[in-house]
């Protein structure tokens, strides 16, 4: 079974510039995550998606993040313009069913974003 | 809110010794308990869980029971391993709004010397 797939795997661009991340759940996986991970923290949750719907982004800052799920599939993470404060590993994650409490993650790669 | 607290590191350990590292939470309900583990160089992946009190899960030698009248849910091996070594983080979900929501813990870095 293939895992979650992300790319790209490292980014390095300059503040105020604009950059995407990609995301591919395993297949048959209706929730998938994007988490912000700052050196030495945990993953913080930034928005969830059931299918193509969004179940949470209370966390994403909107005002340069946004995200998108279509077709229920793979997703896009993009942040613009970007701030010295976004340097982090963005994660993405699914599992099968979000209304199911206990569901594990599985998790992908991870993007590393430096912003210089 | 919703939170987890884990014990600070690096924890560094000889080859053989016991593990215990401290996971507490705050929720409201009934969460669901969980360690994920980093190896370096990869991503995070789920050690083991718990879905209700007095759980027990168990993977790899390591155990964790859900106490939910201490609010823990502490990390242990009886023997740890140099492939031990990683970042072990802990975890809850818990109901929210439209599904359950995950909260992580920071991260505990362990160190096993041979």
């Known amino acids: 079974e293939a895992g979650v797939a992300q790319s790209p795997r490292y980014k390095i661009i300059e503040k105020r510039q604009s950059v995407a991340f990609w995301c591919n759940p395993i297949?048959?996986?209706?929730?998938l995550y994007w988490y912000q991970q700052i050196l030495g923290q945990g993953p913080k949750l930034l928005i969830q998606?059931?299918?193509?719907?969004?179940?949470?982004d209370s966390q994403l800052p909107k005002d340069r993040f946004s995200a998108e799920r279509l077709k229920g599939v793979d997703s896009t993470l993009k942040i613009q313009p970007a701030k010295l404060e976004d340097s982090a590993v963005y994660l993405c994650?699914?599992?099968?069913?979000?209304?199911?409490?206990?569901?594990?993650?599985?998790f992908g790669p991870g993007t590393r974003l430096t912003v210089t | 809110g919703n939170s987890v607290t884990q014990m600070e590191g690096p924890v560094t350990l000889s080859e053989e010794a016991f593990l215990t590292i401290n996971c507490t939470y705050t929720?409201?309900?009934?969460?669901?308990l969980f360690w994920y583990v980093q190896y370096p160089g990869e991503g995070l992946q789920l050690l083991l869980k718990?879905?209700?009190?007095?759980d027990k899960g168990s993977n790899k030698g390591f155990e964790a029971t859900y106490r939910k009248e201490t609010t823990s849910f502490h990390l242990e091996k009886g023997s740890v391993q140099v492939s031990d070594s990683a970042v072990y983080f802990c975890?809850?979900?818990?109901?929210?709004?439209?599904?359950?929501?995950?909260?992580f813990g920071a991260g505990t870095r362990l160190f096993v010397k041979a």
């Open positions: 718990a879905t209700k009190a007095d």
């Open positions: 994650a699914s599992s099968l069913d979000l209304l199911a409490g206990g569901a594990e993650q599985y």
């Open positions: 929720a409201t309900g009934y969460p669901s």
């Open positions: 297949s048959g996986h209706a929730t």
């Open positions: 975890a809850l979900s818990a109901a929210n709004t439209g599904g359950f929501k995950t909260i």
């Open positions: 998606f059931q299918n193509n719907g969004v179940v949470d």
